[in-house]
């Protein structure tokens, strides 16, 4: 070949034009790679080897066996760029070999594509056309006749019968038209060469740098046509060849390109560099094969690189799904094996043990169930023909999936698609057409609906359901109005695409639309991505040496960031390779140009943050529809309605005399010498390629020179945020000093504007009416919400600090100026002790006992921070200390103390610096003072994995008891994200340190003893507990004994959590804090209730009614928030004010609780006798029916208080009686049981006539009050349920 062909290939529309068929000298040849397969799976599932030996399987009649196909010629002979890859293209062009067909089978030509990718990840494409053609070798169809004549004495007497391999039917050929019973299969597979003419398969293919299929189709079709025509073509078919070869460019980059077939001229585009990359399979089809909702299933199992296996008996349609699918990942790319059509050859590659996305042939007829794969724990399985798909277990839902749906459902119906695809796929495609449609006609907003009118009726022409909801219309005399257009044309507008197809521009502009509206969905998802990449390479060979080792992306930090929704789905795809590569891209972006998928994402990045200005939207999970969708069609029918370039007419060559001869039916045999070079004086590509090269070059010179860095373009939006002005771009030499310093002064007004909006709002978010309605301080912002304005709070302060910046170090300006304050702190620490800011102290207990100091300081939180091995990048660790100081209440504090170091900050500030106004600073701090007036568990809740030292002390009261055990205690501490388990307690020591993964926050503790020794009883007054980063403390109130043979003989006891306020705080924030969480029942209420001396404060019986009121009012509310704002069910059941304590006052009411030899009686010893007396009586109530409902009543009643009774736990009565409360309300009995105790006659020898218990006025309103939480499900804390059988 010719240097000017090989050197113009890279510009150059087609590589190679190859033709694969039977070599007529080498004859039959049986597929020696697939025969091996065979024998593999004979031996694997165990039956005869010879069978499938070389080749020779006599159960298939020869026609339908496999036979090697070679490529008979290609053109040109090689392409530097591209070096022909003889065997990977005749395996591609015909995936199972050669075909042979008889007069009576289907010879319909197919269509099919391929690609193969190279070493490094670049694409060659196929498009093939696959026809029979006449065999004339007499040496051919003999040795058919003779396999036949083999084949037909194998079996003779006995029908062919397919075997029962399923491997086998994998490797088959195609379906035999449609040959479904027996006789009708002999009859297609039987020849006899007398009386039947022997076809074969022939492929012609073209190989293009470029995925131009819809114009290669076209191209490939009229070949085939001039081959089967009556009429000779105008031209030799080499004409033709040589043109598209050589003479054709590629489209330029944002052109289209018309060139010329044998009869029709055939029209292709290319996007510019700034659209969506080129695509041409149709999503139209795949649409219509999948529908919407298994696609989008499918798109994310992609996303996550699972294991994809498409299945389908045509080729083109497995080609067609996973070209589309992997088209949709924008800006991301597969990066594992991608096999969309594997050849039967290659079977093995279903054992992969890693991510892959491949296309597998499938026989008609061949049975799911019978497919039996390697792998299928991790596969994803798609059954197109059937539009069926298996999804694996347990993976996560894309975001916002259902909005999602809806949009695309939308962009389908304007092309007269129904979402659903062909088939009805699931019950909730009719309510996703609906609600498509409602979005169609109701929400122009986007301005993605063309202007001219169409009627409903022909918009959803041809959707059978629809039809008949135009139908029903007109029976009711429902008159439709007409909408905007939502598909087709007008006559004018046809008659104005004279260079264009109406259908071929409707598939472009659905192709398009629909890739829109994927891309914008990553872009809105990772809008905020470029601040968590981690470039810490200062060149590009040490990156690449050391990139194993290398973390390049922040995810701790990017999830802490994410709304709360997206979290499963993110924190699985960030760890894919797909997002690997994307970032890795980024990273060599500093040292290269950027990869042309991430130059286009980048820059709609900017776009939406120039558009939208208030970058933190960008995290909220509220869902936003692409707003190009009309746009980005519009160019393409631009481009499509006015031809840029025409390349040069087919024209005849310099052949031979009596080459390119005619003969219908017959592929010709192409002259070689004029297909191997291309003309030598068509150097006008490679001029235009240069010039245009060198314009490139001007331009992005040009554009560097204006362009602005990122701390001055943030500077620049902030200024139009604060103006709400339109961003402007101004040059740089225009900036004078005066309008500097004006335009530096705007900046630190509008900061600190932003500053007060931003703290407001948290505040007023915080503090809104459900912490006012609910009263018992489980009032919360959802933890979405409180994420995105916490990593808007942090924006916010990432650009106070980069604002005024001398110079620039490393990517966060607040983290960069941390370390400088630790390392001048520390240098100071080492020659002279520096002052320690201590925690405020707390009120000591009766002991004199209190938790030690806890050393509170900036440089302690940073080095907190960087403890965190989680964290891995420098805006990650701001991040990280900014929530930590919040949930701390020290922020305003911490950073007072970094600005008091005025040295440092002149060092670092220029003088019109933000940090540096000193009005401003102060105003700043005031705002972000305010913040302590709520509660943040910013840093508790987002970095849930991280290991936090605990610190439990345990407090005895030593007034009545001894300050010290012989008994051996221990201590157990729950959350809401886990417990510690059991701790044993030092004898003595009364506190414990201990490390556990993040608990969130306290909810209970259990503590105990095992009783032994001399001093074994113990009266403690609580137990403290403080995790010893962020400083909370919760006190678990007891004020009860522990010990045999007093108070209620209790071991054990579990206790309600409340957490403590710091006390120099108390007087600033009583007014405005949030409420209090509750804690566990006091001692003081609990001898109030019990004892004699404290029958004066005893609640009367209206209290006690509206105790039980408010606690079940709790429970009800508690269940009608969202999931993710609930506090603790535990606290709602057992604390001060819970459920538990207002039925034991309830039961405690008119309670006969006199002291007989200075014995208590408990509400439980009711309970006991009770159940003794129902046990031994056979019939309670007058009727027979009363007796039959009692009894199955009482027995449930029986068995629950026998099985608390003989738990293997020590605990006492009043604990036993807050079991029974707590399993009564999880399996809604408590209704049933009142009554029981009411009815029994025990009770009027221990309750006072007076007794609310022995009142039915009192009595039914509390079995309504308590039949209200039946609608709820109530799951239990592990430790109110261990070691009790039900």
């Known amino acids: 070949m010719s240097a000017t062909g090989s050197g113009m290939a890279p510009c150059r529309f087609a590589h190679y034009f190859v033709i694969c068929g039977i070599d007529t000298e080498t004859g039959l040849e049986p597929d020696e790679l697939a025969a091996l397969y065979q024998w593999l799976e004979a031996d694997r599932h165990g039956r005869s080897q010879d069978a499938a030996n070389a080749g020779e399987n006599f159960e298939q009649s020869p026609l339908r066996r496999t036979f090697k196909s070679k490529v008979l010629a290609h053109f040109p002979e090689t392409v530097e760029w591209n070096p022909f890859d003889q065997d990977a293209v005749n395996m591609l062009c015909m995936p199972k070999g050669l075909s042979f067909r008889t007069q009576v089978d289907n010879r319909e030509p197919q269509f099919h594509s391929y690609l193969i990718t190279r070493e490094d990840g670049s694409r060659t494409y196929g498009f093939v056309l696959t026809f029979y053609e006449e065999v004339t070798s007499k040496q051919i169809c003999t040795a058919m006749q003779t396999l036949y004549q083999m084949h037909h004495a194998e079996h003779s007497g006995s029908v062919c019968a397919s075997s029962s391999c399923s491997m086998d039917s994998l490797a088959s050929s195609m379906d035999e038209g449609d040959a479904t019973s027996l006789n009708k299969l002999h009859c297609c597979s039987s020849y006899d060469m007398s009386r039947d003419t022997l076809y074969v398969s022939k492929a012609l293919c073209l190989i293009t740098p470029l995925p131009f299929m819809q114009a290669c189709r076209k191209f490939l079709t009229q070949l085939h046509r001039a081959v089967s025509s009556q009429q000779p073509p105008p031209l030799p078919l080499e004409s033709y060849i040589h043109n598209i070869l050589y003479e054709v460019p590629l489209p330029a980059p944002g052109r289209s390109l018309k060139f010329h077939g044998v009869y029709e001229p055939i029209v292709c585009q290319r996007p510019s560099p700034s659209e969506l990359p080129l695509a041409d399979y149709s999503l139209k089809q795949v649409f219509e094969l999948l529908g919407v909702e298994n696609l989008v299933q499918v798109f994310t199992c992609i996303l996550l690189e699972m294991q994809i296996l498409l299945y389908s008996q045509d080729y083109q349609r497995l080609m067609t799904v996973a070209e589309g699918i992997t088209t949709l990942l924008f800006p991301f790319q597969w990066q594992h094996v991608y096999v969309p059509i594997l050849p039967a050859s290659l079977l093995h590659f279903l054992d992969a043990p890693v991510p892959y996305l491949m296309g597998l042939q499938s026989k008609e007829g061949t049975d799911r169930s019978k497919l039996e794969l390697p792998q299928e724990a991790n596969l994803c399985f798609v059954d197109i023909d059937n539009h069926f798909i298996e999804l694996p277990e347990d993976f996560p839902q894309f975001p916002n999936k259902l909005e999602f749906i809806q949009e695309i459902s939308a962009v389908l119906l304007q092309f007269g698609i129904p979402p659903e695809g062909s088939l009805h796929c699931s019950e909730s495609a009719t309510q996703l057409k609906s609600l498509a449609l409602h979005d169609l006609v109701n929400d122009k907003k986007n301005g993605n609906l063309p202007g001219d009118a169409l009627a409903v009726f022909e918009l959803l022409q041809g959707n059978a359901t629809l039809e008949r ?8 005399g429902v008159t439709v109005g007409r909408m905007p257009a939502l598909g087709g044309s007008t006559v004018k507008e046809k008659d104005s695409r004279l260079q264009c197809e109406e259908e071929e521009l409707r598939e472009a502009t659905l192709n398009v639309q629909v890739r829109e509206v994927f891309a914008n969905r990553f872009s809105h998802m990772f809008a905020d991505y470029e601040a968590f990449v981690i470039q810490s390479a200062m060149d590009l060979e040490s990156w690449l040496t050391n990139r194993e080792q ?23 795809f960030i760890e894919t390779q797909m997002f690997a590569t994307f970032i890795d891209n980024k990273i060599m972006s500093q040292w290269e140009d950027k990869e042309p998928l991430l130059r286009v994402f980048d820059s709609r990045i900017e776009k939406m943050r120039l558009y939208n200005v208030r970058i933190p939207n960008l995290r909220s999970s509220n869902y936003q529809k692409s707003t190009i969708l009309k746009e980005s069609a519009q160019s393409i029918e631009q481009r499509l309605m006015k031809i840029d370039h025409t390349a040069i007419h087919p024209h005849l060559l310099d052949m031979k005399i009596g080459q390119g001869k005619y003969e219908q039916g017959f592929f010709p045999k192409l002259q070689a010498d004029v297909l191997a070079a291309g003309p030598t004086n068509n150097n006008r590509w490679a001029s235009r390629t240069g010039t245009a090269q060198r314009r490139k070059d001007r331009l992005r010179q040009h554009s560097e020179h204006l362009g602005l860095d990122n701390d001055l373009r943030e500077k620049y939006m902030q200024e139009a945020r604060s103006l709400g002005k339109n961003l402007r771009q101004p040059k740089l030499s225009d900036l004078s000093p005066a309008v500097i310093a004006q335009t530096n002064w705007k900046f630190v007004e509008g900061l600190l504007k932003e500053c007060r909006m931003k703290t407001k709002r948290m505040l007023v978010e915080k503090m809104g009416h459900e912490a006012v309605e609910l009263g018992h301080g489980e009032a919360n912002i959802t933890g979405l919400e409180e994420n995105t304005l916490i990593a808007s709070l942090c924006d916010l302060m990432e650009r106070i600090w980069s604002h005024g910046l001398q110079v620039k170090q490393g990517k966060s300006a607040l983290w960069s100026h941390l370390l400088q304050y630790q390392e001048r702190e520390e240098k100071l620490e080492q ?25 509170v300081s900036l440089i302690q939180d940073m080095r907190h921070i960087q403890n965190v091995s989680e964290i891995k990048t420098d805006v990650g660790r701001a991040r990280g200390w900014i929530r930590l100081s919040l949930e701390k209440k020290l922020l305003s504090q911490h950073l007072k103390q970094l600005l008091s170091n005025q040295a440092l900050t002149k060092k670092l500030y220029k003088r019109y610096a933000f940090l540096r106004c000193e009005e401003e600073k102060e105003q700043f701090l005031y705002h972000l003072l305010t913040l302590n007036t709520v509660d943040y568990f910013c840093f508790t809740s987002v970095f849930t994995t991280i290991m936090i030292p605990y610190r439990a002390v345990i407090i005895p009261i030593k007034k009545l008891s001894n300050a010290i055990t012989t008994s051996n205690p221990w201590v157990s501490v729950s959350g809401e994200l886990g417990d510690s388990g059991v701790m044993q307690i030092p004898k003595n020591v009364l506190e414990i340190t201990f490390d556990c993964q993040n608990l969130g926050k306290l909810t209970t503790a259990q503590i105990g003893h095992d009783n032994s020794g001399l001093l074994a009883k113990w009266l403690v007054d609580c137990v403290m507990v403080r995790n010893e980063i962020t400083g909370h403390t919760y006190k678990f109130p007891c004020g009860r004994w522990l010990g045999k043979g007093v108070d209620d003989g209790s071991l054990e006891r579990i206790l309600i959590g409340e957490l403590l306020i710091p006390c120099a705080d108390e007087d600033v924030s009583k007014q405005c804090r949030t409420p209090p969480l509750q804690r566990s029942p006091t001692q003081t209420r609990r001898l109030s209730i019990t004892s004699l001396a404290g029958r004066n404060n005893k609640p009367n019986a209206g209290q006690i009614q509206e105790a039980i009121g408010e606690a079940v009012n709790n429970i009800v509310k508690h269940f009608h928030k969202p999931e993710k704002e609930r506090g603790s069910l535990t606290i709602l059941l057992c604390g001060e004010n819970g459920l538990v304590s207002a039925l034991e006052q309830f039961f405690h009411h008119g309670f006969k609780s006199s002291r007989i030899f200075q014995k208590n009686v408990f509400v439980w010893d009711f309970i006991e006798k ?39 736990r020590n605990i006492g009565k009043d604990g036993k009686f807050q079991f029974l409360v707590c399993l009564g309300a999880r399996d809604h009995l408590l209704p049933q049981w009142i009554p029981l105790l009411v009815e029994c006659p025990l009770i009027t020898r221990m309750y006072e006539e007076c007794a609310l218990l022995r009142d039915h006025l009192t009595v039914n309103p509390l079995i309504r009050v308590l039949q209200t939480i039946h609608e709820f499900n109530i799951t239990l804390e592990s430790s109110l349920v261990k070691g009790i059988t039900l």
């Open 469 to 476: 909801l135009q139908a029903l219309a007109k029976r009711t």
């Open 550 to 572: 290398m973390h390049n992306f922040d995810k701790a930090s990017f999830l802490s960031d994410q709304p709360e929704p997206y979290l499963p789905f993110l924190s699985h």
């Open 831 to 855: 020659t002279a002790v520096s002052p320690v800011l201590l925690g405020p102290e707390r009120r000591k207990s009766e002991t004199g006992l209190t938790m030690p100091f806890l050393r």
């Open 1170 to 1208: 009770a159940v003794a007396y129902f046990e031994m009586t056979d019939q309670i109530g007058d009727t027979e029916e009363e007796t039959e409902s009692f009894r199955s009543m009482y027995k449930v009643f029986c068995h629950y208080v026998n099985a608390i009774n003989v738990t293997p």
